[in-house]
């Protein structure tokens, strides 16, 4: 299994961007799949999650901010985040189970 986010960069504080991941070696459609997110000098965080059924929870922090979606014919979750904040500066992560990709960074500048 090998799970790819990507989508990350600099954006200025009020911005959007769109992160993908994408995995192999497994069926997304038939998993949940979740994204956290790790800032500078702080503990991992959750971030948002959508089911195999297409439930969607969102941490408090990004709630009403970050869009999460599923593209299962080409195994991608999406997360769509707006009105970006310095705050939100991480490395974010898609997650799958027990399996984690490699993050993307996003930087979000004031």
């Known amino acids: 299994v090998q799970l790819q986010a990507s989508g990350g960069g600099l954006v200025q504080a009020g911005g959007s961007l769109r992160l993908s991941c994408t995995g192999s070696?497994?069926?997304?459609?038939?998993?949940?799949i979740a994204w956290y997110r790790q800032a500078p000098g702080k503990e991992r965080e959750w971030v948002a999650r959508?089911?195999?059924?297409?439930?969607?929870l969102f941490a408090d922090s990004v709630q009403g901010r970050f869009a999460i979606s599923r593209d299962n014919a080409n195994n991608t979750v999406y997360l769509q985040m707006h009105v970006l904040e310095p705050d939100d500066t991480a490395v974010y992560y898609c997650?799958?189970?027990?399996?984690w990709g490699q993050g993307t960074l996003v930087t979000v500048s004031s």
């Open positions: 070696g497994i069926t997304f459609s038939r998993n949940d």
């Open positions: 959508i089911s195999s059924g297409g439930d969607i």
């Open positions: 997650v799958l189970g027990s399996y």
